[in-house]
């Protein structure tokens, strides 16, 4: 059984920046595509950001190109999102997920494991 643990997460002020993690454990995901998804209150989960397997392809949402960063470490079954410039939109529960594909994706329902969720919230 594959569970997604993620951190990282709290209160920071518009500007500001977060990094968040997400840790694999019960398999490794090596060879899975990650993403971080988000919900803001009383709205569906949204994409924001995936990576290859390999880490050689990303994809992100428009909201968020040029200020979060994607990345993996397969050796420490973990994936990251470095997250800068934060605005007060970008508050939500950030969502860690692991396709069966190795390739990004953007759909939730291609996602196949999730974490638990933690919170972002970003004061202006």
């Known amino acids: 059984q594959v569970q997604l643990v993620e951190s990282g997460g709290g209160l920071v002020q518009a500007g500001g920046s977060l990094r968040l993690s997400c840790a694999a454990s019960?398999?490794?995901?090596?060879?899975?595509?990650m993403g971080w998804l988000r919900q803001a209150p009383g709205q569906e989960r949204d994409f924001v950001a995936a990576?290859?397997?390999?880490?050689?392809?990303?994809d992100y949402a428009d909201s968020v190109k040029g200020r979060f960063t994607i990345s993996r470490d397969n050796t420490k079954n973990t994936v990251y999102l470095q997250m800068n410039s934060l605005k007060p939109e970008d508050t939500a529960v950030y969502y860690c997920a692991a396709r069966y594909s190795a390739s990004v994706g953007r759909v939730n329902d291609e996602y196949h494991y999730w974490g638990q969720g933690t919170q972002v919230t970003v004061s202006s």
């Open positions: 019960g398999r490794t995901l090596s060879m899975n595509a």
């Open positions: 990576i290859n397997w390999r880490g050689g392809s990303t």
